[in-house]
């Protein structure tokens, strides 16, 4: 509605009209009133008017509709505000003469023109008066206060206060409502000021939740999604969003093998539905725009996180929604709201786990045993360390710490903790046209050991701009920068198999030789350094029209530029000899030249969008739909130069390095989508749900006629708690939901060119013409293609239920799901023989089933607020038929066996006497007791052939993927504080003993762990002893027998992990704002802290390698708000 | 104007939005229409060379090389069909017939830009690669597939393994046809590659190891008769990185560290005085078969002398294994644990011995360090050198020649004549000089048997030939089963050898009739010591294991007993 000049002009001179009346007529309009009626006729109102100012009304009976009843109250207002009120609406013009009031028909022309809110006084006259905050107490701004029934309400301002007026004292109830929290309805009951504190409640049914090119609110959802807000994320203290993502959501599973700085972790959305890993990965959705890398996102700007989990939410993004979709949606500045914020955090990382090593006499021991063993066990015990030596080592050392050192690898090398900092800035302002919020954030963290850490500036500026009542725009900047430093090598394999015997320092302090060049702490300190920096710049300009109620047309167009370089140069680290520091007695193993590596990647990737939404409500049916475009461009660019053999240590740069060991390398690829998408929502009184999606894809990995593909899915609900036979006797239960989809999704995630048979060119062939040597161009074809390659298609079917009883506070929510991949893409294993590179080809199926499912509650009581949740989930993908494709290795991929099933042989314990060794199959001539033994399952004929063999005797061994994730998490706050509690962990999973964890002797020089020293099988020991070895005999020569795959390994890998603790508090508002800030925030925060597992000693669950080791974090941070 | 303004910025981005989905690879090329003109073909030829398609056997799957205590599957008999270098050999391989193959197919693309002469040559070339890949997997692996053509996947999965005498003859027509085609020899403006001489001597190569005397002997004559090559006049000298193209070569690959072909990781070979390892010896039993001058073994002949075991030895001997007491990388070389000081000839001062292991626990645990082929610049490249990769060298043609002959019972002047002419040139003299150097003058088939074959482990040492000729002479159950021996620990070492007067060997070893040393005397009575067991299980390792993933998924029988 708009005022126009005429308007205001009419305005105006009615303002003049009242002023012109009688003085006396004047003084009595100008008497207060007070009225307080339900359901009274007209007449009935007059007459309180009459006896309480004694007037009299005159007026034709006609004048009033008889039937017409009114509610009107009134405190203590003027008589012609009343009146006006009253009587405008009913075109009645009213006259004063004398003590009478005489009413009459409003003449036409006048009444066109009457109706100017300005003079009209509201009947609603009880002002209430109040402050809106969130559970710290700060005042909420832009928090919206509605009368109930009414269209009429407020939003609070800055400070979280609202006014407003309500019609009726004592029986007003208002509502306040704000995305993110639970909605509050209150009675006035005559009280003028009414302040609220409003609760976070991520799973409130009023809930938004973000959902593929829009937004759902949760209770009308019929597909399966999973939502985190972004504060849950920020509280695991994790730079990277992806490992804080473990144990959120049910159903998503979350992986990770080492915490090194800025590491990432893996997600799985419901299982594994494809063979490749790139196809595996969900499709991260920043803001409505696909992006490479949920990590690029720091999470401090993460307002909620959504999962679409099934095919019906995630088939509108069809083509690369196979393995689920996540939805990233950043905060952005909300109305009325005026706020900076700073938070610091300071922390330590410590590694939960470490492995731990015998000491240089155990070593030389076992070292002994070993080669004795290895040499049939013959007449020399020793054949390795002296005995004189072993026995006298410590003394020795003492004498001659160069001659014979004692290294404790670990502990010269690793620091007690790694620190870590984060700085937070975040400004929000909102003005009546520009809505902005900037964050401007930085994290450092440190490595366990020197000259390794991970820095991160991250900006975003977001800003909503109204241009008019039909447009709107949303224009998104962000920058990120991450570099990367560390060392040319990383530690722990080397730091893991070190023996003590090497010397890592000279007793004066000069490298020492380690075992012959490989001195790991020589090499992480003087070999130079791997340095990446990354630079991130992205936009989203958004646009969105909308011309009539209902109809959106939007359009989006967001680029995204990455430039990326890596610096590797690497130095020579000579050592000298121990007792001469002139002579250079070698250099340390892979760093005897100094040289200089320099990579630069540039990518960018563009999005357009086109979307139009309309959606309509007709009585009872509700309508929504969605059409849409989108076109997507990815394009990198690899470039790479390198120098070798530089004569100076400390010139990182290409000029500086010999002209002719320089090389060189450029590559470059590019793909593109293009796709059509629609959706149609209807619901029957939010009681009936159904959805319906579309989307038509085309890929450029794939050749004209192969290329486009479709992924229909639908999906409908039904509330049952709306139905009449559920409402009033169920007072327990609050809302019930049945939920049921189908739809199919599409992967194509497998290379850039895979119907092309690409040459590749190579220049590694050399040639004499002349005496001179030539390197000659060389092509060939590698890969064998297959032109009709197309879209691989995941068909998902999901049943669930979501139930709320108790007033809300226990909700539930559930899901069982089957997921079948027909024409799944994969490097079809063809034989060697035919001489090229596995093809990529569609063939083969997969299934995958399984369930999940969330509980939560929560309550209050007085002060304390308490919130309990907990999730599980499970599922198994086993492979169809694959096409007759194989793959064979440790853990497999064949028809029948689950995906990644353990693959190897089934042991029988150790050969415990030589004649057992003689009589039993075994593997090769070379086993001997003390190795692990293994059942002969088969043979060439199909019956056991007394041999033991990889083709004929491997067997699938039980799935190698975690079963029955889940993860507990609590909250509870008192007052000023809060507290929260995380577990989570996996029930069940088949995990192997890695060759890290329990072979001695790695690389032919390596120490022996701790755990194996007096649990192996020995000759010293007696038979009885040997019986009850965990571990096989010493050797080198059957290390292949002992460690290959095998049931042997295998061990229960469950844990249960304390993921995070959390204490807040927050100062009273009193005492902040005394030193003139809004808030302060403190809080201190643990991570990782412990676990319950049966891993040997010395390993964390999630550790399966000797890596950088999954760490715990302790933080301190304060937040103040301005 | 309001809408106007939407219309643009709605058109500026439907504008970007219209990119093409019809993206081509940016930086590959397209193999649709390849090899249709002479670029292309000579592109494609170019990659069958690369260094990784010819790989070579080791010498620590025999009994010449040790690696430490440590042994390789190939001798500690762990070998199957999951061992990865079996894995790379035969999908290696494979790649490169494939594109072989290829290559003669895709030649009629440019029948009418070419001549035919042209084609032959090329066709030559292509084939001359096939026929050396297949040999190499039927010498190796005994049981393999046989294709002339590229396979598609359903073809692929209905073959079968080839009778072993038929893919012979599928070589030998590809060998006779690249020696043909192929020139003898190219123009210093040409790249020098396979040759005719070269295709003779690998299809003498094969023939021999698959006991086709006749065939091994013809075509090694053919290589002969061509004249093109000769044996280079130093032995020592023709391993040295130095030492290029020499006219010995039939058929090589060149390699250059700047051009990023090298071989590496040759710490191992370099006495840890020089800044290496050690760690790679030659065994004594190597050390052992290298004849005195007098052309007799060790313990027959009176000229050894086990306190000075280099002495009076066939000159290849000290050409291979570093002598005590000589300078070798500018350092003095002594294992002798007494010594614990040597003469650093760079600055002539007496430096700490670290080849002796009084003084390094790892230095050389049998004493000895290879010399052949090694040189100052081994330590100049992190550990690369770029000599050539000689896969055929004409050495080799004269003795299959001679060894073909033998073992067909065809004796004449010819046999003695080819061994002699190798022999002459260790020593440095004209095969006619026969008083300076111990000619081969027998008749005797046996006696010429074992001539022969002492004569190919001394003159190929460490030249990857050892472990096809075991195999060929069935020999590898017997040398490959034996210890190997290694000094005394220092303490022991000094006490009971160095104190006795008995340094370096207490006692001759005895060889048998099929060279194999028996050390069992000294090490019964502890005069040495036991480094490690070889094992060779004969029931299966003659042939190598069929990859097991070729048995699971193609439908391939595995070679017996594995």
């Given amino acids: 509605m708009k005022y126009t000049l005429i308007q205001v002009f009419i305005v105006m001179t009615f303002a003049g009209i009242s002023l012109a009346r009688p003085a006396d007529a004047q003084d009595l309009l100008n008497q207060k009133v007070n009225l307080s009626a339900e359901n009274k006729s007209m007449q009935a109102i007059f007459q309180q008017i009459e006896t309480q100012l004694a007037i009299k009304f005159t007026y034709r009976s006609k004048l009033i509709p008889s039937g017409k009843k009114f509610n009107v109250t009134v405190k203590n207002e003027t008589l012609n505000h009343v009146l006006d009120q009253l009587l405008t609406p009913l075109s009645i013009r009213y006259k004063i003469i004398g003590q009478q009031i005489v009413l009459s028909k409003q003449p036409k022309e006048e009444t066109s023109m009457l109706p100017l809110p300005s003079i009209r006084i509201k009947l609603v006259d009880f002002a209430v008066k109040g402050t809106v905050t969130d559970e710290s107490g700060q005042g909420l701004p832009g928090v919206s206060v509605v009368l109930k029934g009414t269209q009429q309400g407020t939003i609070t301002n800055t400070e979280g206060v609202y006014t407003l007026n309500v019609p009726d004292a004592s029986n007003s109830i208002l509502v306040f409502s704000f995305v993110g929290y639970t909605s509050q309805e209150h009675l006035v009951n005559r009280r003028s000021a009414l302040d609220v504190a409003l609760l976070t409640d991520n799973k409130a049914l009023e809930e938004v939740v973000v959902v593929g090119y829009g937004t759902q609110q949760k209770k009308d959802i019929t597909g399966a999604v999973a939502s985190v807000q972004g504060d849950e994320l920020t509280q695991r203290k994790t730079t990277q969003i992806s490992q804080a993502l473990q144990g959120t959501m049910p159903g998503v599973m979350v992986t990770r093998t080492n915490n090194a700085p800025g590491a990432t972790a893996n997600i799985r959305i419901r299982g594994i539905t494809t063979i490749t890993d790139a196809g595996s990965n969900p499709l991260i959705i920043l803001d409505g725009v696909p992006i490479d890398d949920i990590n690029s996102i720091n999470p401090n700007d993460v307002e909620s996180i959504s999962v679409l989990k099934d095919a019906a939410s995630a088939s509108i993004y069809g083509s690369r929604a196979a393995a689920g979709v996540i939805l990233v949606t950043t905060k952005r500045a909300k109305k009325g709201q005026l706020s900076m914020d700073y938070s610091i955090e300071y922390g330590l990382e410590k590694p939960t786990q470490m492995p731990e090593y015998v000491d240089a006499g155990g070593y030389m021991r076992l070292v002994n045993e070993l080669r004795w063993n290895d040499n049939a066990n013959n007449s020399n015990e020793y054949p390795i360390y002296a005995k004189d030596l072993i026995d006298n080592y410590t003394q020795l050392n003492g004498e001659n710490p160069d001659l014979y050192p004692i290294t404790n690898w670990q502990s010269l090398i690793m620091k007690n903790s790694a620190p870590r900092k984060s700085h937070l800035l975040s400004l929000s302002a909102a003005g009546q046209f520009i809505r902005t919020r900037v964050s401007l954030a930085y994290d450092k963290t440190d490595a366990l050991y020197d000259n390794r850490y991970f820095e991160r500036l991250t900006t975003r500026i977001n800003n909503d701009i109204t241009v008019n009542k039909y447009l709107s725009a949303s224009v998104d900047i962000n920058f990120r920068r991450e570099n990367y430093e560390q060392p040319n090598i990383s530690p722990f394999y080397l730091m893991g198999i070190a023996a003590p015997v090497y010397a890592a320092e000279w007793s004066d302090g000069r490298i020492g030789a380690g075992k012959d060049g490989d001195n790991i702490y020589a090499q992480l300190k003087h070999g130079g350094f791997d340095r990446t920096n990354k630079n991130q710049i992205g936009g989203k300009i958004g646009l969105d029209f909308t011309p009539i109620d209902g109809l959106k047309i939007s359009g989006v167009f967001s680029p995204f530029l990455n430039l990326n370089k890596q610096k590797i140069f690497k130095t020579k680290i000579p050592y000298t000899a121990a007792t001469d520091p002139n002579i250079i007695s070698g250099y340390m193993n892979g760093f005897s030249e100094t040289s200089l590596a320099e990579n630069r990647n540039d990518n960018y990737r563009y999005t357009a969008q086109f979307l139009v939404n309309y959606g309509k409500q007709i009585h009872n049916h509700s309508f929504n739909l969605l059409g849409g475009y989108e076109f997507f461009y990815a394009f990198n660019e690899n470039l790479g130069a390198s120098r070798g053999q530089y004569i100076l240590n400390n010139y990182p740069y290409l000029n500086i390095g010999p002209l002719d060991l320089r090389n060189n390398s450029g590559s470059a690829w590019e793909n593109a989508y293009r796709s059509w998408f629609g959706r149609a929502m209807y619901n029957y009184k939010e009681k009936y749900l159904l959805q319906a999606n579309v989307r038509f894809d085309g890929s450029s990995r794939f050749a004209k006629d192969y290329r486009w593909g479709s992924f229909p899915s639908f999906s409908a609900g039904w509330v049952l708690s709306e139905e009449s036979f559920l409402q009033g006797g169920t007072p327990w239960l609050s809302f019930l939901k049945l939920r049921a989809s189908w739809g199919s999704l599409g992967n194509e995630r497998i290379g850039n060119y895979p119907y092309q048979a690409i040459l590749n060119f190579e220049n590694s062939s050399l040639f004499y013409q002349g005496n001179n040597v030539v390197s000659a161009q060389a092509a060939a074809q590698w890969q064998y293609a297959i032109r009709n390659i197309s879209w691989e298609t995941t068909q998902s079917t999901d049943f669930g239920i979501d139930a709320h009883f108790l007033n809300e506070r226990l909700r539930f929510s559930g899901d069982y799901y089957v997921k079948t991949t027909k024409d799944m893409l994969l490097a079809l294993e063809i034989p060697d023989y035919v001489g090229f590179d596995n093809p990529d080809q569609n063939t083969g199926k997969m299934h995958t089933k399984g369930w999940e499912f969330q509980v939560g509650y929560t309550d209050k009581a007085g002060d304390f607020g308490y919130s309990v949740s907990f999730n599980l989930s499970d599922f198994k993908s086993r492979m169809g038929d694959l096409g007759g494709t194989e793959f064979i290795g440790d853990s497999i991929k064949i028809q029948g066996s689950e995906y990644n099933e353990w693959y190897g042989y089934v042991s029988e314990g150790l050969f415990q006497t030589a004649r057992e060794v003689t009589d039993l199959p075994k593997l090769n001539a070379s086993v001997r007791e003390g190795d692990v033994r293994y059942r002969d399952i088969s043979g060439p004929d199909g019956i056991p052939d007394g041999k033991i063999s990889p083709e004929y005797d491997r067997v699938l061994l039980g799935g190698s993927l975690p079963r029955l994730m889940y993860g507990f998490n609590a909250t509870l706050n008192y007052k000023n504080w809060d507290f929260s509690f995380v577990v989570q962990g996996v029930g069940k999973q088949n995990s192997r003993l890695t060759a890290d964890m329990i072979q001695p002797l790695r690389s032919n020089w390596g120490t022996f762990a701790s755990i194996l020293d007096g649990n192996s099988y020995s000759h010293y020991n007696t038979a009885e002893q040997n019986l009850g070895a965990r571990y096989p005999r010493y050797s080198y020569t059957s290390a292949s027998n002992n460690y290959t795959m095998s049931d042997y390994w295998l061990i229960n890998g469950r844990y249960l992990r304390i993921k995070n603790i959390n204490l807040g508090y927050n100062v009273p508002q009193l005492l902040a704002e005394k030193v003139r800030i809004k808030g302060l925030r403190l809080y201190a925060s643990v991570t990782d802290l412990w676990t319950l597992n049966k891993f040997p000693k010395g390993w964390d669950p999630e550790m399966s390698s000797l890596t950088y080791p999954i760490t715990a974090t302790y933080v301190l941070g304060a937040s103040v708000k301005f | ?562």
Avoid at chain 2, 402 to 427: C, F, L, P, T, W
Avoid at chain 2, 428 to 445: I, S
Wanted: overall charge negative; charged content about 25%.
């Fill in chain 2, 1 to 562: 104007m309001k809408m106007n303004l939407l219309i643009s910025c709605f058109g500026i981005v439907a504008l970007v939005s219209c990119g093409t989905l019809d993206l081509n690879p940016l930086s590959d090329g397209s193999s649709e229409t390849w090899n249709s003109n002479k670029e292309e073909i000579e592109m494609s030829l170019n990659g069958l060379y690369k260094d990784a398609f010819w790989m070579v056997d080791n010498d620590d799957w025999t009994d010449d090389l040790m690696y430490r205590n440590t042994t390789t599957p190939v001798i500690d008999a762990t070998l199957n069909g999951e061992t990865g270098f079996i894995l790379t050999w035969w999908s290696n391989t494979y790649k490169a017939i494939a594109r072989a193959n290829n290559v003669i197919e895709s030649l009629v693309r440019a029948a009418g830009a070419l001549t035919e002469q042209q084609l032959n040559q090329y066709e030559g070339e292509a084939r001359f690669v096939r026929a050396c890949q297949y040999s190499r997997l039927l010498s190796h692996f005994g049981n393999i597939v046989y294709t002339e053509k590229t396979l598609d996947i359903e073809e692929a999965l209905g073959m079968e393994q080839s009778d072993r005498q038929v893919v012979l003859q599928k070589i030998y027509e590809d060998f006779d046809f690249a020696a043909a085609n192929l020139k003898t020899s190219y123009s210093t403006t040409e790249l020098k590659k396979a040759t005719a001489g070269a295709a003779y001597a690998m299809k003498a190569r094969i023939a021999l190891q698959m006991e086709d005397w006749n065939t091994a002997r013809t075509a090694a004559k053919a290589c002969i008769d061509l004249g093109t090559y000769s044996l280079y006049p130093n032995y020592g000298n023709l391993f040295l990185t130095t030492t290029k193209n020499s006219v010995e070569t039939v058929f090589g690959l060149p390699r250059s560290i700047s051009l990023g072909v090298a071989l590496g990781g040759l710490q191992d070979y370099i006495p840890r005085n020089a800044g290496g390892w050690g760690a790679k010896n030659p065994t004594w039993d190597l050390f052992c078969a290298y004849l005195c001058t007098d052309g007799l073994p060790i313990d027959e002949s009176p000229l050894f002398d086990p306190r000075n075991p280099f002495k009076n030895r066939d000159p290849r001997c000290t050409a291979s294994i570093v002598e005590f007491q000589t300078p070798h990388l500018n350092f003095m070389y002594q294992p002798h644990p007494d010594s614990v000081t040597v003469r650093n000839f760079a600055t002539n001062a007496y430096v700490e011995n670290k080849d002796t292991r009084t003084i390094a626990q790892f230095a050389s645990f049998n004493g000895l360090i290879w010399k052949k082929g090694v040189a100052a610049d081994w330590l100049l490249n992190s550990w690369q050198i770029e000599s050539d990769k000689i896969i055929l060298r004409y050495a080799d043609v004269l003795l299959m020649y001679a060894e073909a002959k033998i073992e067909m019972g065809e004796i004449d002047q010819s046999v003695a004549d080819a061994i002699n002419q190798v022999r002459a040139r260790a020593y440095g003299v004209e095969p006619t000089a026969k008083d300076r150097y111990p000619a081969v003058t027998t008749t005797d088939p046996a006696q010429l048997r074992k001539i022969i074959r002492s004569e190919r482990r001394m003159e190929f040492a460490l030249e990857n030939i050892r472990y096809m000729d075991l195999i060929r002479w069935k020999l590898a159950e017997k040398a490959l089963n034996t210890p190997n021996y290694g000094m005394l620990d220092p303490a022991d070492l000094r006490t009971k050898v160095v104190e006795k007067g008995l340094w370096f060997f207490p006692e001759t070893p005895q060889i048998d009739d099929d060279g194999v040393v028996d050390f069992s005397s000294m090490y019964s009575k502890g005069l040495v010591n036991q480094v490690n067991l070889r094992k060779f299980d004969a029931s299966r390792q003659y042939l190598w294991p069929i990859p097991s993933k070729e048995v699971l998924t193609s439908g391939l029988k595995q070679n017996p007993n594995y």
